[in-house]
């Protein structure tokens, strides 16, 4: 069975703060798939990244960077100087055979201004 | 904007009723996924749906049904509603439902059952 499991419920920073939301997943299987999705205030879910099990490159995409480290079952997503529509819910998630995304319980972050 | 359309935004209705929730997928995606998301259990995966068949299941009530039709829309019907059902439906679809997919999501139906 899959798990995801985001131990931090909640992060405040101060706006131009780094942020880092940790995400630890576990699988039997060898190949599979990441992801972290936004959650805003309005209720959508964003998608934000997707990353396989074979590419362990790390990624940047302007503020936000993802980190994936296979030996230790961790992709942590870093958002660099924060900005107030930043805040929002973030969930990782992993999809393996078995169609579905499981996700963790997600991350709230606050940014203030 | 995913391209993913869900109606209605807002439900609200009683307990012991019925309720349908509908979703268009993206432009071109054949699969459609619902999850239910509440304060105690999180996001939880109900049932995907590829090409009209139904492809895999999770925790789905037995008083909960869907169906994907020939142009691909999708429905959600939830029966004999309990409080407990109050929470955000979301639809998500993806190209070819396959585990590499990225689903996208639309933006939920919020369900209240007073």
């Known amino acids: 069975a899959q798990k995801v499991t985001q131990a931090q419920t909640e992060i405040s920073v101060v706006e131009k703060e780094d942020v880092t939301l940790d995400c630890v997943y576990e699988?039997?299987?060898?190949?599979?798939?990441l992801f972290w999705y936004k959650q805003p205030p309005s209720g959508e879910l964003v998608f934000l990244i997707r990353r396989n099990s074979f590419d362990e490159q790390n990624e940047i995409s302007g503020r936000y960077s993802w980190n994936f480290q296979k030996s230790t079952s961790s992709f942590n997503f870093t958002i660099t100087a924060s900005q107030v529509v930043d805040s929002a819910v973030y969930f990782c998630?992993?999809?393996?055979?078995?169609?579905?995304?499981?996700f963790g319980a997600g991350t709230t972050v606050t940014v203030r201004a | 904007d995913s391209g993913v359309t869900q109606t209605p935004k807002h439900l609200i209705t009683a307990t012991g009723q019925r309720v349908t929730l509908r979703c268009s997928p993206r432009?071109?995606?054949?699969?459609v996924y619902w999850y239910q998301q509440s304060l105690d259990q999180g996001l939880q995966f109900l049932i995907q749906y590829y090409n009209g068949e139904e492809r895999a299941k999770g925790n789905i009530l037995e008083r909960f049904s869907a169906q994907q039709f020939p142009d691909l829309h999708s429905e959600l019907n939830l029966s004999s509603l309990e409080l407990g059902d109050s929470a955000l439906y979301f639809c998500?679809?993806?190209?070819?439902?396959?585990?590499?997919?990225?689903?996208?999501f639309g933006p939920g139906t919020r369900l209240t059952v007073l």
């Open positions: 432009s071109g995606d054949l699969s």
């Open positions: 699988t039997r299987d060898t190949t599979y798939y």
């Open positions: 998630a992993l999809s393996s055979n078995d169609y579905k995304l499981s």
């Open positions: 998500a679809s993806s190209v070819y439902g396959g585990f590499t997919d990225t689903q996208y």
